[in-house]
């Protein structure tokens, strides 16, 4: 990208382009920063939605300890940056993984998030031979379904190992509540939530009755920080696709108090008819499956399907007059389908492109 186009005019840029308004991110950061602080929790924003260095220091620099990180190549990409407190909230398998990890363990501080013994054995010895130590989380199972250990007896038997074996030791315990995000009523959502927590929260009061340190409890996702910013127990927030404030989470998953801040720009490529016009941007440019995008302040326009290339949307009477060639943008429904299918974000202030970010963490799936 040349620099050249540093202050260009965003309608002035060629499309389909990934859009942030760096005021608007800025902003959301700042407010689920002083959210989770001010409840005396940490924050350690999960990376999926951004994959960009740039952007997690930028959260550090609002009061976030680290970050959240689903892979290791994510995790080596955010230590490269000078990012050095990393949750790696997925189990890691396999020699070649197990390596990285101990080489990661050399100029990082990165917490791995285990729920079984056969995760745990193999990395505790190679980072004993290499004179490392490597925390461990583990990962309980509050109703999600997914991974994780049974609370209970299991969590504490997986906590005790740990604590017994060099090379390793016991970060803390994790959990999380995705199964409960896109409960309607609110009162019946925060109170699952809360008893979801509760159980967390259980399973580290056992780990303690043994005399074993717990000391990191971390949970929350966007969906419902809100609500899990305020369990007793819980020191830390995982969070982190806030900060762009997508329609889904808004729509689906009652999301108060942020704004919409990512976009994407895009041209009016066909006119078919009166009442409808295609861009020149579909599912190569953004992930409409969970919540389709909306028509950013064109409010009688909607988006209508959505293929590899192209981009239906039907018109109101305000919109009508859209013509060939013209630009618009689009809110992406969900930001880390999103972000994962383009090479650059382009930050502008005022509508001024200000700095273009490589997405570093991008196809880092191993």
Request: with cysteine.
């Given at each position: 990208m040349s620099q050249s186009v540093i202050g260009s005019h965003k309608f002035d840029l060629d499309t389909p382009i990934l859009c942030i308004d760096l005021d608007l991110m800025e902003s959301n950061i700042q407010k689920m920063s002083d959210y989770i602080l001010s409840?005396?929790?940490?924050?350690?924003?999960?990376?999926?939605?951004?994959?960009t260095p740039a952007i997690a220091l930028a959260q550090m620099q609002a009061g976030a300890i680290g970050v959240t990180c689903a892979k290791v190549s994510e995790a080596e990409v955010m230590a490269a940056a000078g990012v050095k407190d990393i949750l790696i909230a997925n189990m890691i398998v396999g020699k070649?993984?197990?390596e990285r990890v101990v080489s990661l363990c050399r100029h990082a501080r990165p917490i791995i998030a285990c729920d079984h013994f056969a995760q745990i054995e193999p990395l505790a010895m190679m980072c004993a031979e290499a004179g490392v130590t490597c925390r461990m989380m583990p990962e309980v199972n509050i109703g999600l379904n997914r991974v994780g250990s049974r609370p209970g007896q299991d969590t504490l038997d997986l906590a005790m190992a740990i604590d017994k074996l060099d090379g390793v030791e016991l970060a803390g315990i994790m959990g999380y509540e995705g199964h409960l995000l896109q409960v309607q009523d609110p009162a019946e959502k925060e109170e699952k939530i809360t008893e979801a927590m509760r159980t967390l929260v259980g399973c580290k009061t056992a780990i303690e009755a043994k005399g074993i340190p717990c000391e990191i409890v971390s949970a929350g996702g966007t969906g419902s920080y809100q609500i899990t910013s305020n369990c007793e127990g819980i020191t830390e927030l995982q969070a982190g696709g806030g900060i762009f404030a997508d329609p889904m989470y808004v729509n689906k998953c009652g999301?108060?108090?942020?704004?919409?801040?990512?976009?994407?720009l895009a041209t009016v490529a066909s006119r078919p008819e009166k009442g409808r016009m295609v861009l020149d941007c579909g599912r190569k440019t953004m992930h409409p499956d969970f919540q389709l995008p909306l028509v950013k302040a064109w409010p009688d326009a909607k988006v209508t399907a959505l293929s590899a290339e192209h981009c239906a949307v039907d018109l109101g009477p305000e919109s009508q007059d859209l013509k060939i060639g013209d630009k618009i943008e689009l809110i992406p429904g969900y930001a880390d389908f999103t972000t994962i299918l383009h090479e650059n974000f382009y930050g502008f202030r005022n509508d001024r492109l200000e700095v273009?970010?490589?997405?570093q963490g991008r196809g880092k799936i191993q």
């Amino acid at each position: 990208m040349s620099q050249s186009v540093i202050g260009s005019h965003k309608f002035d840029l060629d499309t389909p382009i990934l859009c942030i308004d760096l005021d608007l991110m800025e902003s959301n950061i700042q407010k689920m920063s002083d959210y989770i602080l001010s409840r005396g929790k940490t924050w350690r924003p999960h990376e999926k939605c951004h994959k960009t260095p740039a952007i997690a220091l930028a959260q550090m620099q609002a009061g976030a300890i680290g970050v959240t990180c689903a892979k290791v190549s994510e995790a080596e990409v955010m230590a490269a940056a000078g990012v050095k407190d990393i949750l790696i909230a997925n189990m890691i398998v396999g020699k070649t993984k197990w390596e990285r990890v101990v080489s990661l363990c050399r100029h990082a501080r990165p917490i791995i998030a285990c729920d079984h013994f056969a995760q745990i054995e193999p990395l505790a010895m190679m980072c004993a031979e290499a004179g490392v130590t490597c925390r461990m989380m583990p990962e309980v199972n509050i109703g999600l379904n997914r991974v994780g250990s049974r609370p209970g007896q299991d969590t504490l038997d997986l906590a005790m190992a740990i604590d017994k074996l060099d090379g390793v030791e016991l970060a803390g315990i994790m959990g999380y509540e995705g199964h409960l995000l896109q409960v309607q009523d609110p009162a019946e959502k925060e109170e699952k939530i809360t008893e979801a927590m509760r159980t967390l929260v259980g399973c580290k009061t056992a780990i303690e009755a043994k005399g074993i340190p717990c000391e990191i409890v971390s949970a929350g996702g966007t969906g419902s920080y809100q609500i899990t910013s305020n369990c007793e127990g819980i020191t830390e927030l995982q969070a982190g696709g806030g900060i762009f404030a997508d329609p889904m989470y808004v729509n689906k998953c009652g999301l108060t108090g942020l704004d919409y801040s990512l976009s994407v720009l895009a041209t009016v490529a066909s006119r078919p008819e009166k009442g409808r016009m295609v861009l020149d941007c579909g599912r190569k440019t953004m992930h409409p499956d969970f919540q389709l995008p909306l028509v950013k302040a064109w409010p009688d326009a909607k988006v209508t399907a959505l293929s590899a290339e192209h981009c239906a949307v039907d018109l109101g009477p305000e919109s009508q007059d859209l013509k060939i060639g013209d630009k618009i943008e689009l809110i992406p429904g969900y930001a880390d389908f999103t972000t994962i299918l383009h090479e650059n974000f382009y930050g502008f202030r005022n509508d001024r492109l200000e700095v273009v970010w490589p997405i570093q963490g991008r196809g880092k799936i191993q």
